[in-house]
């Protein structure tokens, strides 16, 4: 079973997901089937034991595994070009419109909603048949949740030197252009403070 996902405040797990492949330790979150079920983990996305469960049946059923794993980097290959060229690019948008369709159209299992100890309602989606069935849907389910609410709009990528994640820009003028202020953003700006310091340095030699 997929862990649930709140109903609250939109998430936008799909840009997390993309960023795997830029994790701050320069580790790919899909090297392997084990690092993309830990992924999962972490983001809340699977339950410990459903994911003990997949990092069994893995070492069972390898080409099950390995095919479960290809699919997640073709998704994130696509969407990650959704999120960057999509808002002006026919194509990338309908790669990933047909790839995300191709998901939703074969995914066997059930829809629920539940209710949480603190009162919260949430959906989750309880897999059937194949075991590593299911893995994407809360990843495309976001994906395609953003869509529909128009905010690819508002996807960016970082401009930060050597940083290629993607983010939401909730800002109220859309000006937004760190994927994080205390890491590209202070970068960027003591990068600009030293160019700023060299071109006064030389126009005193100049002067």
């Known amino acids: 079973m997929v862990a649930p996902r709140s109903a609250s405040a939109p998430r936008h797990l799909w840009l997390e997901f993309i960023n795997t492949d830029s994790t701050p330790a320069g580790i790919d979150a899909l090297a392997s089937f084990g690092a993309y079920v830990d992924w999962l983990e972490r983001a809340g996305v699977l339950e410990n ?20 794993l290809l699919e997640a980097r073709r998704m994130r290959s696509a969407l990650r070009a959704l999120a960057e060229r999509g808002p002006t690019d026919e194509r990338p948008r309908a790669f990933a419109l047909a790839e995300l369709n191709r998901v939703l159209g074969r995914s066997a299992g059930m829809r629920r909603v539940e209710q949480l100890e603190d009162g ?9 048949g194949d075991a590593f069935a299911g893995l ?37 003028n859309g000006s937004r252009r760190w994927c994080a202020m205390g890491t590209c953003g202070n970068r960027a700006k003591a990068n600009r ?5 060299r071109s006064r340095n030389r126009d005193k030699e100049t002067g």
């Open 49 to 68: 034991e459903r994911g003990g469960t997949l990092q069994r049946r893995a070492l069972l059923q390898p080409a099950g595994a390995t095919a479960a």
């Open 120 to 128: 919260r309602f949430v959906r989750s989606f309880v897999t059937t």
């Open 136 to 172: 994407l849907i809360p990843l495309v389910e976001s994906a395609t949740d953003s869509l529909v609410r128009g905010e690819l709009g508002r996807v960016r990528r970082c401009t930060g030197t050597r940083c290629v994640r993607v983010f939401f820009d909730a800002s109220k």
């Open 193 to 197: 403070f030293r160019k700023n310091t």
